[in-house]
């Protein structure tokens, strides 16, 4: 079975400030097995006759100077867990994913093992897609005036987020590439006990050593690959 590498950086690696537009790939390319975000060229998107702006993905310099100077809104939308752990100051916390507490049998199932290996290892709470989150964005920022800069801890949820919210016709919509974890200590004023970058950090991975790290890098991945692809998930490894 290949392995399955969570990559947040755009098709485009290595481009700072870049920009696109359109629906996010909705599939794993088969020859990297990578989750990206698809780059579109258009300046413009025109969806059922509405123009909307495009979504930018920046570095963290960039990022730096877009709410310092252009006035950005932080919106951070990690999991409570993360949050909580460490987050840039004065940003404001709308969850992309929430815990998931229902009790049907799958879901009961898939939350032991989650908290038996994901959980335990990296200390990831089990979770679900906010189904409010647009709604509380929407509630909390004007479409047309407000300037957001997404961020999560890999970049990856940002990007799904940024998408989800240029589609409801949000004019100015960024992401840091990568997220918090390639921003260094002191580049933001942070809030919590952890420095940004290691606020994904919890569980065993944080008391172990290279072994713990290794195995937790895989089953994060293959938590991911369940959060956004349960349909090829269930093909996979659940179908009888």
Do not use: W
Not at 39 to 68: D, I, L, N, P, S
Not at 70 to 85: F, H, W
Not at 197 to 215: C, E, M, N, Y
């Amino acid at each position: 079975m290949a392995t399955f590498q969570a990559c947040c950086q755009p098709t485009t690696a290595g481009a700072r400030g870049g920009k696109f537009s359109g629906n996010l790939q909705s599939a794993l390319l088969p020859s990297t097995a990578r989750f990206s975000v698809r780059r579109r060229g258009a300046a413009v998107a025109h969806r059922a006759g509405v123009a909307t702006a495009e979504v930018r993905f920046v570095g963290v310099e960039e990022a730096k100077q877009m709410v310092e100077k252009d006035g950005y809104t932080v919106l951070d939308i990690r999991d409570k867990s993360q949050y909580e752990r460490s987050h840039i100051a004065n940003c404001v916390h709308i969850p992309y994913f929430i815990e998931n507490t229902d009790n049907d049998i799958g879901t009961i199932i898939n939350r032991q093992l989650h908290n038996n290996f994901s959980g335990l290892f990296y200390g990831l709470a089990f979770t679900k897609p906010n189904p409010d989150f647009v709604p509380q964005v929407t509630s909390k920022f004007s479409k047309d005036s407000s300037k957001l800069l997404l961020v999560c801890q890999e970049g990856l949820r940002s990007g799904y987020a940024a998408e989800r919210l240029e589609g409801v016709g949000f004019q100015d919509v960024a992401y840091i590439n990568s997220g918090l974890n390639k921003v260094a200590p002191g580049v933001f004023p942070k809030e919590g006990e952890k420095e940004l970058q290691d606020a994904g950090k919890g569980g065993l991975v944080t008391i172990q050593g290279p072994v713990s790290r290794v195995v937790g890098a895989i089953l994060v991945l293959a938590f991911l690959f369940l959060q956004f692809f349960p349909d090829q998930a269930n093909e996979l490894f659940f179908k009888s």
